[in-house]
């Protein structure tokens, strides 16, 4: 079975200041890796999937992150954070089993806090 | 807007009770999967169907069911209500090309009282 960790409950950061979220994984397969966001009382929004190819993806509202598979880790980052990025951050990994049928495996997330 | 639509978005029941929940995707999506997000928790995969079919199963009970119909709906169906049931259910849906990148309904928040 694959797990996720989170490894930052809450990170505030300043306004127009860089971020980093921080993902690992474990699986003893292939994985895809992805990174959803969660704004109050809201679903889920995908921001970002790694599938397959560069190790480095870009998502939208200027959001990327990188896949290392030596380290198992997919770290989200943005270079300059605005107040309209305060939301919940998660991380989440599935196993390349053709159908998906084992669903998405997600992490405790992550408050991303913006402070003027 | 990702074409996933769940109802009704609140639901207060009491314990011992039956809920059905209902998720709605666009054309195209013949799968669908369920999570449980509790309080300050990340999403926990119940079940996925593909093709009216259960095809895999979290770490959920039998009291956790589900349907899925042609038409691009399904159904969550949960018995026997217990307190720790409370929880936002979210819905979300792939379509075949593969990759299991899962679009997600805005959730429905069950309380159990």
């Known amino acids: 079975a694959q797990s996720v960790t989170q490894l930052d409950s809450q990170v505030p950061v300043f306004e127009e200041a860089p971020v980093e979220l921080r993902c690992n994984y474990s699986s003893s397969v292939s994985v895809y890796l992805f990174w959803y966001v969660q704004y109050p009382n809201q679903g889920l929004q995908l921001l970002l999937k790694?599938?397959?190819?560069?190790?480095l993806v870009k998502g939208i509202n200027g959001f990327e992150a990188e896949f290392n598979k030596s380290q198992t880790s997919f770290h989200l980052r943005k270079p300059s954070v605005h107040i309209s990025d305060t939301a919940e951050y998660f991380c989440a990994v599935s196993v390349d089993s053709g159908g998906g049928a084992d669903g998405l495996t997600f992490g405790k997330g992550t408050h991303l806090i913006i402070q003027p | 807007e990702t074409g996933v639509t769940q109802s009704p978005t609140h639901l207060i029941k009491t314990r011992g009770q039956q809920v059905t929940l209902r998720c709605s995707s666009q054309?195209?999506?013949?799968?669908v999967s369920w999570y449980q997000q509790a309080l300050g928790q990340g999403p926990q995969f119940i079940f996925q169907?593909?093709?009216?079919?259960?095809?895999g199963r979290g770490n959920f009970p039998p009291r956790f069911s589900g349907l899925q119909f042609p038409n691009y709906s399904s159904e969550l169906n949960v018995n026997a209500l217990e307190l720790d049931d409370s929880a936002l259910y979210l819905c979300a849906t792939m379509n075949d090309r593969g990759g299991n990148i899962q679009y997600f309904g805005a959730g429905t928040r069950l309380s159990v009282l």
């Open positions: 790694y599938l397959s190819g560069s190790t």
């Open positions: 169907y593909y093709r009216e079919e259960e095809n």
């Open positions: 054309s195209g999506h013949n799968t």
